[in-house]
């Protein structure tokens, strides 16, 4: 049975990587994904982008501000879904960790090393997961930056890790096996049949993003993908006649 994450969140009814996006999707879902940065005094934080521009009423990088600082904008500040802006703060990993924790979801958390390094966030990461009980069979980390699903594995080899690309990747279950990880999380875009066997041959599972519409789920699941990374799972499983 695929399963379903929301991406961000439910992230086209509440604004992305929220308390509220995330509170959301809850029913309607397998696993949450989300993205975490540093803040300038080394919290660890959930927001998308390397700057608070596009989502908050604020500027700037988020490492370049503290906690406190980045807990005055609004999250919500420029969502454009379900009637518009709504007031919200950037959670911290522990607040949707504590959020999280009782239900029995799985946790995708992207490490957004992609152009910033944020070293120790990593072990940070895991340190906060397993303070909450969030280890093992629940925990998948994954990244764009490779050499950040490298560190997780060596910090410890039992935790689940799997490597986001964008770009179409030659033999992707290759670059799994050698990097330790469980999973190949690729654009649903550039996943090919081909991908699929192999990866499962391997016991690597394939788990896409972004899908963006329904048309585009049912393809991932004639593909045989495992899990499917969306803005709206419950919007898609409407359309698609799932319970
Ligand atoms: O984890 C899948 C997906 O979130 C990766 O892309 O840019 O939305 O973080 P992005
Ligand atoms: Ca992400």
Known sequence: MMKW?????ASDRFPENTLEAIEAAIPYVDGIEFDVHFSRDGVGVIIH?????????????????????LKR??????FKGNGGPMQTTIPTLDEVLELLAPTDLLLNIELKTDTIRYPGIEAYTL????????????L????????????????DPSIETAILYPYPLYHPEQQAI???????????????REDVVLAHQAGIEVRVYTPKTAADVRRMI?????????NDPQAFQKSLSIP
């Open 127 to 138: 340190e906060r997961c397993r303070a909450h009980g969030i280890a093992g069979e629940r």
């Open 178 to 192: 050698l990097l330790g990880a469980k999973a190949i999380h690729p654009d649903y875009r550039r996943v090919t």
């Open 140 to 155: 998948i980390l994954s990244s764009f930056n490779h050499y950040s699903i490298a560190t997780v594995r060596e910090l």
């Open 222 to 230: 004639e593909l045989g993908i495992d899990a499917v990374i969306v």
């Open 73 to 78: 904008l609004n999250a919500g500040a420029r």
């Open 5 to 9: 994450f929301a991406h961000r969140g």
């Open 49 to 69: 982008d390397e700057t608070v521009n596009r989502t908050t009423d604020g500027t700037g990088r988020v490492v370049d501000l503290t906690l406190a600082e």
